[in-house]
């Protein structure tokens, strides 16, 4: 399974971005589709998730700000992010999950200025 991750760059504080990630290769289904983050010094968090139902799960950072949306049929995952702010500054890297495991893209940089 491949997870090709798009939609980082810089953006100044109070600004939106938003991210997009296409799964390819995968013959079942991906169970639960999010993404995580990694800032500098710091371990790889939980943003965000959403299994094929719809239910979602936020970090608390995040609640409020950002939103996690799937298209099932076409195997994505998007994250709308908005009110960002300089701490929401990382690497963000999409993640699948099915029951052969994890699955995970390559990062994509976000940058929020103040």
């Known amino acids: 399974v491949q997870l090709q991750a798009s939609g980082g760059g810089l953006v100044q504080a109070g600004g939106s971005l938003r991210l997009s990630c296409a799964a390819s290769g995968s013959t079942i289904p991906i169970n639960i589709m999010g993404w995580y983050r990694q800032a500098p010094g710091k371990q790889r968090e939980l943003v965000a998730n959403?299994?094929?139902?719809?239910?979602?799960n936020y970090a608390d950072s995040v609640k409020g700000r950002f939103t996690i949306s799937r298209d099932n049929a076409k195997n994505t995952v998007s994250l709308q992010m908005n009110s960002l702010s300089p701490e929401d500054t990382a690497v963000y890297y999409c993640?699948?999950?099915?029951?052969?495991?994890?699955?995970w893209g390559q990062g994509t940089l976000v940058t929020v200025s103040s």
């Open positions: 993640w699948g999950w099915n029951w052969r495991g994890d699955f």
């Open positions: 959403i299994n094929g139902s719809g239910n979602t």
